[in-house]
């Protein structure tokens, strides 16, 4: 596994890179993992393709993933497992679960405890109001994720300190009213460079369990 952090990318062009390393890959390659950050973006995947104008300025870019909309933007870190399925005996609800664990696992480091919640992909925390079916939770990761020749791209949003405003301009993940949160509301020494390095040591505990 070759861990990769970008830095700032935009979102367009990241996303190119990973459908062209995809395309090129064969069963020599090894697996990489790509760690980002985004400029402010909306993207849309496969079951909510209706837009492509920009909302409040912000633009909105409608992609190849699964999911509906949500929101990229500063003080998110962004990670893309670029994982050949078959060479590593996973299946892709195989592999969502290995990112949730993923994401949980970073969360726990910071004493901050992490939820699933069924038939709503992500994780999210515990957060006094909302209502209905996200009653007392917000959100603060999305998942979504893209399989071609049983290779994976495209992955999993972690707010970490964003400006969590844009989340309002829309219906979250298509769900009205969910509310969003940042690791930091919890856990104050939550910071985007705290929380990569405790991601890349995750990454590499459970990629090297998986193989072994």
């Not at 190849?64 to 994982?83: A, C, F, M, S």
Request: charged share 20%; hydrophobic share 35%; proline share 6%.
């Amino acid at each position: 596994m070759i861990i990769r952090d970008l830095g700032k990318v935009d979102y367009l062009t990241g996303w190119q890179e990973m459908i062209d390393f995809t395309k090129k890959r064969d069963q020599t390659t090894e697996d990489e993992f790509w760690i980002c950050e985004h400029p402010p973006v909306f993207t849309l995947g496969t079951s909510l393709k209706n837009s492509i104008l920009p909302i409040k300025g912000i633009p909105c870019i409608n992609t190849d993933r699964g999911g509906k909309i949500t929101y990229h933007g500063p003080g998110q870190l962004v990670g893309y497992p670029l994982i050949d399925l078959r060479k590593n005996d996973l299946y892709p609800k195989e592999l969502l679960e290995l990112i949730n664990q993923m994401v949980l696992s970073v969360m726990r480091k910071f004493g901050v405890k992490g939820l699933l919640v069924p038939e709503a992909p992500g994780i999210y925390v515990s957060k006094p109001g909302g209502a209905n079916h996200f009653f007392n939770l917000a959100k603060i990761c999305s998942i979504g994720l893209k399989i071609s020749n049983h290779c994976s791209y495209h992955g999993f949003a972690l707010n970490v300190s964003a400006n969590l405003e844009p989340f309002s301009y829309i219906n979250p993940c298509g769900y009205e009213g969910l509310r969003v949160a940042n690791l930091n509301e919890f856990a104050q020494n939550a910071t985007l460079e705290s929380t990569k390095r405790v991601l890349v040591e995750i990454i590499k505990e459970q990629f090297s369990e998986k193989r072994n």
